[in-house]
């Protein structure tokens, strides 16, 4: 009996250690963990762990995702040089495109080679950026 007290004692500091460094580690959440916290309070240990494993890797997902996002919408506003140089030459068709970027050595953000598809999309995201 003594020893599943002490258990809730060091879980619940365990808790109150894991919000704060949640909420100092994604402040715009701050609230959001707090709630999630105060609304686990009455689950038992184990339930309260995976609910905020969960969070917390839909959180990391989410900033995953975000980053992918940004970079490859750098990318597309950083290709514009070669794209114009390509089309200087009269070449638009996208597999022609991805032709000469390969001859030129313009390597796409994923490495390797461009396919027809890689242009398009590049296009397409210049396109949602407001640049094509």
Known sequence: MASESSDKRTFAVECSIMQKTLSEQYPVRANDIKKLFEALNELDPIRIMQVLKQDFLDVELNRIGDFQKESANTFARDMSESLGLVRKQGITCTTKIAKKFN????????????SHSAVSDLIQRRRQLGLE
């Open 103 to 114: 001859e030129l050595g313009i390597k796409p953000r994923s490495g390797g080679l461009w």
